[in-house]
């Protein structure tokens, strides 16, 4: 009788290899955490990207008014309007359309990271555009803008 119970018996069976898919729950984790990562860094790049356009695109513009042969007066209103813009497209929350004067001053200033820039020459830039005559060059004007956009953004 044992031999046939023996006869009975099965061969031993090696349990079927693991798959690799579908993975585990903690690939599945990695997997998550690393397309919230990549997504992430990808949206603050292009952020980036996008403010240092803006900014290289004005100091571009302040280059050309550098080498232009506009008169001070006309370089500074250019340069204020290039100021007004970089301010409303940095600081939306900044109502600097209807400012004039001491309060345009001091939001240029207030803007500024850097407290070396000469209120005396931003104050002269910003009445330049309105004045008959300035006692401002073109280059000192330019350099004072490109100090600001340069401590600003």
Not at 96 to 114: K, Y
Not at 118 to 133: E, M, R
Not at 134 to 140: E, I, M, N, V
Request: hydrophobic residues 50%; neutral net charge; glycine residues 4%.
């Amino acid at each position: 009788m044992t031999p046939d119970l023996l006869q009975q018996l099965r061969d031993i069976h090696e349990p079927a290899a693991v798959s690799w898919w579908p993975p585990a729950m903690g690939w599945w984790l990695v997997l998550g955490a690393i397309i919230i990562v990549w997504g992430v860094a990808w949206h603050l790049l292009f952020k980036r990207k996008q403010r240092l356009a803006a900014k290289k695109q004005a100091l571009v513009e302040i280059e050309k008014i550098s080498v232009s042969d506009l008169s001070p007066n006309d370089a500074a209103a250019q340069l204020s309007q290039l100021m007004r813009r970089l301010i409303r497209h940095y600081y939306p929350e900044k109502q600097v359309d209807a400012l004039s004067g001491d309060a345009w001053l001091h939001v240029v200033l207030e803007t500024a990271e850097e407290k070396n820039l000469s209120s005396k020459i931003g104050s002269a830039i910003l009445d330049a555009a309105y004045a008959d005559t300035t006692t401002l060059d073109r280059t000192t004007q330019c350099d004072w803008v490109r100090q600001w956009v340069g401590a600003v953004f």
